[in-house]
């Protein structure tokens, strides 16, 4: 007899990370899959990245209206409040045995508390991680503790969950899913790259994603003008910028960004998404990364391009040697480029390991997990204490 399996996706970068999960759910005939899609997938002013996910020949069976474009605290309160509202109905409709849910998100947290009070277990995947420069900290351990298995990208993420009161049989660490099938990918080729981007990547060029702290009081105009100031007097080089997230001020971040590539459109570029190939292709092609997104500590070490980590929005992650944390000043930005770019740098880059490897199909290892714990008898939450001497 088959299981309901409803995967829940709001961001690119978070279906990114899903795709072969999914595929494998939709290739299982113990799973029926039911597909939720919502938030900045139905934007266009995030790419419309609803596109991205027809196009993979997926099913999508319900979608959810919800993200408010004010890019305020206030606004992600309140689409929070409307995935709630929303969800209830789409849930009683599809009755899942169980819900997958990614990250650390705000749209994750207000899912995974829908998911509670209608009895559905939650399948929770890259918990255990520290983000010290985001809120974001805060609903991925909240969801944990809503969640009723885990999948973790690291043993020491496996172990911090178990510390927060979870049974370890139901704690697994699997990799990161975003790793899968780096090997085996037929990138984009570099001028195909150039036509979706309508810019010419004759330069060595760096891939930049700048989403905000929003655990800080400074104004995130701030740290991006920095940012793009210091890729303009960078002449010998090329950027690409990505679109900054939903958080609150994103959108300002993202009229910043777009004001410096109207002025320097042969040197700079803005794509609101690439899409999970040609994000991969880039990074293939791309001297490195800079920034502070999750792709340039978990996804980029693979490609063994130097990495710089601005500010402290990923702090407290397990990081690969070949990150260079700074801090969002114009000096400190040199300092890290300078480091980088050196020729030493760059011989020691491509013998450091990415920590966040663990097998070549870590989407087969979920589903296998997933498949022994729906059998199960008894999947009802407790809670695991460990010995504790303080």
């Not at 995030?46 to 993979?56: K, R, V, W």
């Not at 849930?91 to 990250?103: A, N, S, T, Y």
């Not at 930049?208 to 940012?227: A, Q, R």
Request: overall charge negative; glycine content about 8%; hydrophobic content about 40%.
């Amino acid at each position: 007899m088959s299981k309901t399996v409803a995967v829940f996706t709001g961001t690119r970068a978070e279906y990114g990370l899903l795709k072969y999960l999914i595929s494998r759910f939709e290739g299982d005939e113990f799973f029926d899959l039911r597909l939720i899609v919502g938030g900045t997938h139905l934007c266009s002013e995030y790419g419309y990245t609803l596109s991205e996910i027809e196009a993979d020949g997926f099913r999508i069976d319900e979608k959810l209206d919800f993200l408010m474009l004010s890019g305020t605290e206030s606004s992600v309160v309140k689409s929070m409040g409307l995935i709630m509202i929303e969800l209830a109905e789409k849930l009683e409709r599809i009755k899942p045995d169980i819900i997958v849910l990614l990250g650390d998100r705000f749209e994750t947290f207000a899912v995974a508390s829908a998911s509670v009070p209608m009895k559905i277990p939650i399948a929770h995947i890259h918990g255990g991680e520290i983000t010290s420069g985001a809120v974001d900290d805060q609903f991925r351990h909240a969801t944990t503790k809503l969640s009723h298995i885990h999948f973790t990208s690291t043993e020491i993420y496996r172990k911090r969950i178990i510390q927060m009161g979870e049974s370890p049989r139901n704690v697994h660490c699997v990799g990161a899913l975003g790793l899968e099938g780096l090997g085996l990918e037929n990138f984009v080729e570099k001028k195909d790259l150039e036509s979706f981007l309508d810019f010419k990547l004759d330069l060595p060029f760096w891939l930049v994603t700048f989403h905000p702290e929003t655990l800080s009081d400074e104004d995130v105009s701030i740290g991006i003008n920095k940012l793009c100031q210091f890729c303009v007097d960078r002449n010998m080089f090329k950027f690409i910028f990505t679109g900054s997230n939903a958080d609150a001020g994103g959108n300002r971040i993202n009229h910043i960004i777009k004001d410096y590539v109207s002025q320097y459109p042969d040197r700079l570029a803005f794509v609101p998404s690439f899409g999970k190939k040609r994000y991969l292709s880039a990074l293939h092609y791309a001297s490195g990364v800079m920034g502070n997104s999750s792709s340039g500590i978990i996804e980029a070490p693979s490609f063994k391009i130097p990495v710089i980590n601005i500010g402290k929005r990923q702090g407290g992650r397990v990081v690969s040697d070949l990150v260079i944390n700074c801090a969002p000043r114009y000096d400190e930005i040199k300092k890290a480029f300078d480091k980088a770019s050196s020729d030493s740098f760059k011989k020691f880059a491509l013998n450091c390991e990415n920590p966040y490897f663990k097998s070549k199909e870590p989407s087969f290892d979920t589903v296998r997990i997933l498949k022994e714990f729906l059998l199960r008898d008894d999947m009802k939450k407790k809670f695991y204490d460990i010995d504790l001497t303080i």
